[in-house]
């Protein structure tokens, strides 16, 4: 077993860096269930940060934690999406002093009945973590729940931001300086990935066929199904990617595009919306080109549609900030069990695409496009059939 996930294994603290990004960070990360005052400690003097708690989305629901800010609570750069904040109801004081802290750690990570044995807010902060972990969803909180999960431990973490005595993000130099002086273990969240994919697939091919688009012409219809998806395992996600051409082994990078679903501007055109116009506007592309891959990701989650209708019907507040992408990990591995290696991604966003090499992916340059042009007649010539 790799040293780091023995050391969490044995109940030590370890260092996990996010090598995701083109400026990774260092945390500290220990398995809540066996921490202890003095390991809170610590935390607190060496990572100079609050002290968060990663555990899975299915974990929070189980003990009624809701979103700190629904919505609004997740960032991006570090794929940290915080819960309302925790302490322990027994056993503890103010919250704050290192055995309070720790009790509440070992609380979220043992606890039956949240209303018994814990208090909101506090001074623990969850972090959500996607259930299927780092092969959806390449965040901290997803590489620290499978590290815990891969050492054996309860998918529960005990997490803090190293920082350095000016309050600054530490650097990588300075990461291996700190794990020498402490004798603490490394782990990169490549190696969590990596790990993971070499472990399981979140995705099975269920059904292939040609079919017409309308814009388009013909496309090799493949549909791939999510192994597991959360919440409702009767209703797993099936997305499907459409192939124009020979796409397996090229060594030329492959014109792709993959694109989450959105009900209503897919399916309604709702003129808010460009999904519809740029689903439309890439198949054009990859027709012209005479190869390519559209990915289309669907979202099986309920209340999906309702939390689209609310985000429409907010007041407006300007362009949405360019965020990094971070959940594409059933993207990528279709794009892999189709032969893709090298991507030419079919956008007109500069938005970052983080960590695609985790996966085995190149992203060789961005191939900008042409929007499918407003008024466009989107029904079916071939085989056309209605009722009235």
């Known amino acids: 077993m790799n040293q780091a996930l023995e050391s969490l294994r044995s109940g030590k603290t370890i260092i996990l860096v996010d090598d995701s990004t083109a400026d990774p960070h260092a945390f500290l990360l220990q398995a809540a269930s066996a921490v202890s005052a003095a390991d809170i400690a610590f935390h607190v003097n060496l990572a100079r940060s609050v002290i968060m708690a990663p555990l899975t989305e299915s974990r929070l629901e189980e003990l009624g934690l809701r979103s700190m800010l629904p919505g609004a609570a997740f960032d991006a750069l570090s794929g940290i999406e915080f819960a309302v904040s925790v302490d322990a109801r027994h056993?503890?004081?103010?919250?704050?002093?290192?055995?309070?802290?720790?009790?509440?750690?070992?609380?979220?990570?043992?606890?039956?009945?949240?209303?018994?044995?814990?208090?909101?807010?506090?001074?623990?902060?969850?972090?959500?973590?996607?259930?299927?972990?780092?092969?959806?969803?390449?965040g901290i909180a997803e590489a620290a729940v499978d590290a815990l999960r891969l050492a054996g431990q309860v998918p529960v973490g005990a997490l803090s931001h190293l920082l350095n005595e000016r309050g600054e993000f530490i650097t990588a130099n300075q990461v291996q300086d700190i794990a020498q002086q402490h004798q603490l273990q490394i782990l990169f969240v490549s190696e969590i990935v990596s790990i993971c994919m070499s472990q399981s697939q979140l995705i099975e091919k269920v059904s292939e066929a040609e079919i017409p688009t309308a814009?388009?012409?013909?496309?090799?219809?493949?549909?791939?199904?999510?192994?597991?998806?959360?919440?409702?395992?009767?209703?797993?996600?099936?997305?499907?990617?459409?192939?124009?051409?020979?796409?397996?082994?090229?060594?030329?990078?492959?014109?792709?595009?993959?694109?989450?679903?959105?009900?209503?501007?897919?399916?309604?055109?709702?003129?808010?919306?460009?999904?519809?116009?740029?689903?439309?506007?890439?198949?054009?592309?990859?027709?012209?080109?005479?190869?390519?891959?559209?990915?289309?990701?669907?979202?099986?989650?309920?209340?999906?549609?309702?939390?689209?209708?609310?985000?429409?019907?907010?007041?407006?507040?300007?362009?949405?900030?360019?965020?990094?992408?971070?959940?594409?990990?059933i993207g990528a591995q279709i794009l892999r069990s189709?032969?893709?290696?090298?991507?030419?991604?079919?956008t007109n966003s500069s938005t970052p695409v983080i960590g695609l090499d985790l996966f085995g992916l190149e992203l060789v340059k961005r191939v900008p496009f042409e929007l499918a042009p407003r008024g466009i007649d989107f029904s079916f010539q071939v085989g056309e059939r209605t009722n009235a």
């Open 338 to 346: 189709l032969g893709v290696k090298k991507i030419a991604l079919l």
């Open 91 to 138: 056993y503890t004081t103010t919250g704050i002093s290192s055995s309070d802290r720790a009790q509440t750690l070992r609380m979220l990570a043992m606890s039956t009945d949240a209303k018994r044995d814990l208090v909101m807010p506090g001074h623990i902060f969850p972090l959500r973590a996607k259930d299927q972990g780092v092969l959806v969803r390449v």
């Open 215 to 329: 814009t388009a012409g013909l496309f090799r219809a493949i549909v791939f199904k999510a192994k597991v998806d959360g919440s409702d395992a009767n209703n797993l996600a099936e997305h499907v990617a459409l192939v124009k051409g020979e796409i397996a082994e090229q060594a030329e990078p492959i014109l792709v595009r993959v694109q989450a679903e959105h009900l209503l501007g897919d399916l309604l055109g709702t003129d808010a919306l460009n999904s519809r116009k740029n689903l439309h506007g890439a198949l054009t592309a990859i027709n012209q080109a005479g190869k390519g891959v559209f990915v289309y990701i669907r979202h099986p989650r309920k209340g999906f549609l309702a939390t689209q209708i609310k985000n429409l019907s907010a007041p407006a507040t300007g362009m949405p900030a360019k965020q990094p992408l971070r959940q594409y990990g």
